[in-house]
């Protein structure tokens, strides 16, 4: 079955860094574009950052471009979210997705930005 489990989340102060991974199972990881969406209180869930199939392909929302650089291994079937210069208004869950057929999300993990 189809598995997404994310990791790398933590408390960071204002104007740090962290570095989510979404380790994926039970598809043919390299077939499928992966997107990074987070959810913050009492906010609808938003799209972050998009990567094509092959990688070559990357989208981000304006809140976080030239900041969080999306990016994937086939080889270890991850998919990862480096976020830099991170910001009180990033504080979210964080959660993978995998774009096709099916509706599959990973658990989420927590992103606390404060000082």
């Known amino acids: 079955q189809v598995q997404l489990v994310e990791s790398g989340g933590g408390l960071v102060q204002p104007g740090g860094s962290l570095s989510l991974s979404c380790a994926a199972s039970g598809f043919i990881f390299s077939n499928y574009a992966m997107s990074w969406y987070r959810q913050a209180p009492g906010k609808e869930r938003e799209l972050v950052a998009f990567?094509?199939?092959?990688?070559?392909?990357?989208n981000y929302a304006d809140s976080v471009k030239g900041r969080f650089t999306v990016s994937r291994d086939s080889a270890k079937n991850t998919v990862y979210l480096q976020m830099n210069i991170l910001k009180n208004e990033d504080t979210a869950v964080y959660y993978c997705k995998r774009i096709g057929p099916g509706d599959y999300w990973g658990q989420g993990t927590q992103v606390t930005v404060s000082s």
């Open positions: 990567i094509s199939s092959g990688g070559g392909i990357t």
